[in-house]
T-cell receptor, first 112, second 118 residues
Framework: DGGITQSPKYLFRKEGQNVTLSCEQNLNHDAMYWYRQDPGQGLRLIYYSQIVNDFQKGDIAEGYSVSREKKESFPLTVTSAQKNPTAFYLC???????????FGPGTRLLVL | AQTVTQSQPEMSVQEAETVTLSCTYDTSENNYYLFWYKQPPSRQMILVIRQEAYKQQNATENRFSVNFQKAAKSFSLKISDSQLGDTAMYFCAFMKHQTQGGSEKLVFGKGMKLTVNP
């Protein structure tokens, strides 16, 4: 089955710790995106990548980092510089520019 | 900057009835796309319907249809024959058409909680 997978489903972070959220797609999509969702809010873009080895900051990139070494994978690292990381994180991908974005099941990040 | 407004935070409807969800947006762009996404309790975002701004015809997808009024910058979603499985958060989203460079990011409204009652 083609789709987008995210792991883990739940993630706990201790103070000062970096954590990495995984996003994998087997849809052969070129573009991938990371969004953050807070309670009662819509989604906000953190980072996006249109091709391998290239990525751009979104609206709320501070405290986050990404890599795009493979077409299928776009991991997101939440660094210790992100002071309010508790949120639901959604990864998406699209075939090309202007194409519909499809979402993974999400990762819920909680701070201990 | 584009903004998307969903003014109704919550609605409920009886099973088999029709319900309309409202959405307005603000943009100076002429070419763009509009979407409705559904987020059930599982929290996965699921595409409901997509509309290209250059198309005058309203998009339809089975029980879901839109009323796209470009001049009024309005994009409402009509759900016919509501089913219990339609219970979810519904998000309206805007995407600017980029000819070169830049982000194809989605700009979301804050969402509306729809409950379908038996």
């Amino acid at each position: 089955d083609g789709g987008i997978t995210q792991s883990p489903k739940y993630l706990f972070r201790k103070e000062g710790q970096n954590v990495t959220l995984s996003c994998e797609q087997n849809l052969n999509h070129d573009a991938m995106y990371w969004y953050r969702q807070d309670p009662g809010q819509g989604l906000r873009l953190i980072y996006y990548s249109q091709i391998v080895n290239d990525f751009q900051k979104g609206d709320i990139a501070e405290g986050y980092s990404v890599s795009r070494e493979k077409k299928e994978s776009f991991p997101l690292t939440v660094t210790s510089a992100q002071k309010n990381p508790t949120a639901f994180y959604l990864c998406a991908s699209s075939k090309d520019r202007g194409e519909t974005q499809y979402f993974g099941p999400g990762t819920r990040l909680l701070v201990l | 900057a584009q903004t998307v407004t969903q003014s109704q935070p919550e609605m409920s409807v009886q099973e088999a009835e029709t319900v309309t969800l409202s959405c307005t947006y603000d943009t100076s762009e002429n070419n763009y796309y509009l979407f409705w996404y559904k987020q059930p309790p599982s929290r996965q975002m699921i595409l409901v319907i997509r509309q290209e701004a250059y198309k005058q015809q309203n998009a339809t997808e089975n029980r879901f249809s839109v009323n796209f009024q470009k001049a009024a910058k309005s994009f409402s979603l009509k759900i016919s024959d509501s089913q219990l499985g339609d219970t979810a958060m519904y998000f309206c989203a805007f995407m600017k058409h980029q000819t070169q460079g830049g982000s194809e990011k989605l700009v979301f409204g804050k969402g509306m909680k729809l409950t379908v009652n038996p």
